[in-house]
C-alpha cells in the first residue's frame, strides 16, 4: 500500500522561497512518474513539475526558471524547491506517484495521491 506524505508548506510573502518535500512509503517501481500538482480556489487542479524514471523533468510554462524537482530515491522522498514565490502560487500542492513511466504530465496517469500541502504567498 502506497502512501504519500507531503510537508513544507505554508506562508511567505512574495519574492520568497519554500521547498516542499514528499515521503513514500509502500513499494512502487522507481521507473515510474512522480510530480507535484496543485490547485488554487475555483480552478482546477494541475501539474507543476513531473519527473521520470530517468530524472527528466517538465515544468509548465508559469514556473520554469523557478521551481525545480528533484527526488532521492534512497530516501523515497520527491521534492520541490519554489523559489521566486508570487501570489499566482497560492494553491494546494499535492505529491502523486504514477506506475507508468512515461506521460508523465497527465494528471489520469497517476495512481497514487497525498493530502497535499497549502501554500501561501501574499
Known amino acids: 500500500h502506497v502512501q504519500l506524505v507531503e510537508s513544507g508548506g505554508g506562508s511567505v510573502q512574495a519574492g520568497g522561497s519554500l521547498r516542499l518535500s514528499c515521503v513514500r512509503s509502500?513499494?512502487?517501481?522507481?521507473?515510474?512518474?512522480m510530480a507535484w500538482f496543485r490547485q488554487a480556489p475555483g480552478k482546477e487542479r494541475e501539474v507543476v513539475a513531473s519527473?521520470?524514471?530517468?530524472?527528466?523533468?517538465r515544468y509548465t510554462d508559469s514556473v520554469k526558471g523557478r521551481f525545480a524537482i528533484s527526488k532521492d530515491n534512497a530516501k523515497n522522498t520527491l521534492y520541490l524547491q519554489m523559489n521566486s514565490l508570487n501570489p499566482e502560487d497560492t494553491a494546494m500542492y499535492y505529491c502523486?506517484?504514477?506506475?507508468?513511466?512515461?506521460?508523465?504530465?497527465?494528471?489520469?496517469?497517476?495512481?497514487?495521491w497525498g493530502q497535499g500541502t497549502q501554500v501561501t504567498v501574499s
Open positions: 502523486a506517484a504514477a506506475i507508468r513511466g512515461y506521460d508523465c504530465i497527465t494528471m489520469a496517469n497517476y495512481n497514487y
Open positions: 509502500g513499494y512502487i517501481s522507481k521507473s515510474g512518474c
Open positions: 519527473i521520470n524514471g530517468l530524472g527528466g523533468t
